[in-house]
């Protein structure tokens, strides 16, 4: 099994930037891609970024120039950077890695999610 705990949400005005980190652990071969999602109340989740092992990375054109997803591969962590966040970016943020553990089983994992609460 593969574990991820995620950190660094809480509650910002407009305008504002929070951090936010996402740690893996178990016993990992390697995560091919790490990425954030989040849910707004009443609505789906939905895709927020994502980076590969490589580090090519894809973002939903809502957060284009806003946030920045990185990660340390050596860490086993991903982190998101959200500058000039607007009150729409209030949501749960969950954290979600793909890769292989063990004697090369493949997992999916999904953290237990971070309230962030963009508001005046």
């Known amino acids: 099994q593969v574990q991820l705990v995620e950190s660094g949400g809480g509650l910002v005005q407009p305008g504002g930037s929070l951090r936010l980190s996402c740690a893996a652990s178990?016993?990992?071969?390697?995560?091919?891609?790490m990425g954030w999602y989040r849910q707004a109340p009443g609505k789906e989740r939905e895709l927020v970024a994502t980076?590969?092992?490589?580090?090519?990375?894809n973002y939903a054109d809502s957060v284009k120039g806003r946030f920045t997803i990185s990660r340390d591969n050596a860490k086993n962590t991903v982190y998101l950077q959200m500058n000039s966040l607007k009150p729409e970016d209030t949501a749960v943020y969950y954290c979600?890695?793909?890769?292989?553990?063990?004697?090369?089983?493949?997992?999916?994992?999904w953290g237990q999610g971070t309230q962030v609460t963009v508001s005046s």
């Open positions: 178990g016993n990992i071969i390697i995560i091919n891609a």
């Open positions: 980076i590969r092992s490589g580090g090519n990375t």
């Open positions: 979600n890695a793909r890769g292989y553990y063990g004697a090369g089983l493949q997992f999916g994992s």
